[in-house]
Each structure stands twice: as structure tokens, then as C-alpha cells.
């Protein structure tokens, strides 16, 4: 008989070698870590984009509007109908919300896995037919056939966005800011406070406040290429 049969002979009932159990372990904690590390892995595909900046120009990561934003939101524009689009759209829920309300309404969203996440939650809400949700910057968009326009913005964009607007929309649109308003427009009214509050601008009036200002800008420029510069 061999050294290595008589020392496995030797050990105990249903005990192995050292070696072999440290072998074992070694697999065991290697397809533990592996499955631990796809998790992760997993985890972070699936929640990176639903944190992401939703928009290029302007970090705006995705926060779902609450409850009772959604509701101030449809409460400001009860007696409105037609077109509604909702600009940086998330998870849809507004755009659904305005649906189920008569709304025809639609979203941008430069995040697919929201957008996708969107027309499923549409379909299975029954309003598929009539909403539609679309990948794209909302700086690339022209939003001039939308009579009703909800945004839920930061500060940092709020200027960029009072100029397209301006520019765009018609004089029957109105506007709807969620958490900031615009910096220089002047709401016709609000509702709910603190982070649920909403702005209401209408088109008609930040349009003309904007021709005045542009007016105004193109006279003092005319003005100071008319005046004679000194001889020095």
C-alpha cells in the first residue's frame, strides 16, 4: 500500500484533505464574488440611467414630480385643452396624468431607459393612443405647435429656456414651471407652495414683454452707433 492510500485511510469519515477543502473554498468564494460583482454590475446599468443628467446643456438629473405637483399641474390647466407637451418628461407620469384628463399630450426625454419606461406605463395606464413620448434634447425640439407647456426646470436653464419659448410658442400657449419659475417673466397666477408650487405664464403677455425688450435693446444699440465719438 502507498504513503498517499495509507494517509487517506487515516482520515476521518467524510473528512477530506486540507488541500482539498481549501480548493473547494477557493471555487466556492470565486462564484460568490463573481455573482455578487454581476449584481452590481447589473444594479448600476439598470439605475444609472434613471439618475443621469436627463439633459446636455444643463445638468438636470430625473426627480419625479410628487403627487401633489402632478395635481397642481392639472388643477392650473382644468380649463385648458388640446396639445400638451412636458419638456425633460421622466418616468411619464405627467404626460399620462394630462392624458387621462383629455389631454393630448407628449414628452422629451434624452433618457431611452425613461422613455421606454414611459410607453409601457402608458400602455398599461390605457392611454397609449393618446400620448406619445420621444428621445430627443430639448434644445433640438421646436415646441411651436404646443398649446400647453409644462417644465420642470433648474435655475440654470430657466433663461436659455424663457428665450426659445418666447420665440416659439403662440400667444394662446400657456406655460406651466414646476419647482422654479422663470427668472424674468411675470406669472399670471400659482398654486400649491413650497416645492409643489407651480408658475402659470401666458404666452401672449411674456411675448410681448419680450418684443419691448428687444425694442428697447435694438434703440440703445441704433442710438450708440449714431453718437459721435470723440477726436482724441
Known amino acids: 500500500m502507498s504513503q498517499e492510500q495509507m ?3 487515516t482520515q476521518p469519515a467524510g473528512q477530506c484533505p486540507g488541500g482539498v477543502n481549501d480548493s473547494r473554498r477557493s471555487r466556492v468564494g470565486l462564484v460568490v464574488t463573481g455573482l455578487v ?3 452590481l454590475v447589473a444594479l448600476y446599468a439598470v439605475a ?15 426627480v419625479p414630480a410628487t403627487t401633489a405637483q402632478v395635481e397642481n399641474v392639472l388643477k392650473v390647466l382644468q380649463a385648458r385643452s388640446g396639445t400638451l407637451v412636458d419638456i425633460g ?5 405627467i404626460v399620462i396624468a394630462a392624458a387621462k384628463h383629455g389631454f393630448r399630450a ?7 431607459w425613461l422613455v421606454w419606461y414611459s410607453r409601457y406605463k402608458a400602455w398599461r395606464e390605457g392611454v397609449r393612443h393618446s400620448t406619445s413620448f420621444h428621445i430627443s434634447d430639448l434644445w433640438k425640439v421646436s415646441f411651436a405647435q404646443y398649446s400647453n407647456v409644462v417644465i420642470f426646470g433648474v435655475p440654470q436653464m430657466m433663461d436659455q429656456l424663457e428665450l426659445k419659448l418666447g420665440s416659439e410658442l403662440q400667444s394662446t400657449a400657456k406655460v406651466v414651471a414646476c419647482r422654479f419659475p422663470f427668472p424674468t417673466w ?13 408658475w402659470v ?5 411674456f411675448k410681448s414683454q419680450q418684443q419691448q425688450q428687444q425694442g428697447t435693446t435694438a434703440k440703445t444699440t441704433a442710438e450708440q452707433e449714431q453718437t459721435p465719438t470723440s477726436p482724441t
Do not use: W
Request: with cysteine; hydrophobic share 35%.
Open 106 to 112: 407628449s414628452g422629451f426625454e434624452l433618457n431611452p
Open 7 to 9: 494517509f487517506l485511510e
Open 37 to 39: 460583482g454581476g449584481s
Open 186 to 198: 411675470v406669472p399670471d397666477h400659482t398654486a400649491g407652495e413650497g416645492i409643489d408650487t407651480v
Open 89 to 93: 418628461s421622466g418616468d411619464g407620469r
Open 201 to 205: 405664464y401666458d404666452a401672449k403677455t
Open 48 to 62: 444609472t440611467p434613471f439618475v443621469a443628467p436627463a439633459l446636455r446643456k444643463v445638468c438636470l438629473p430625473f
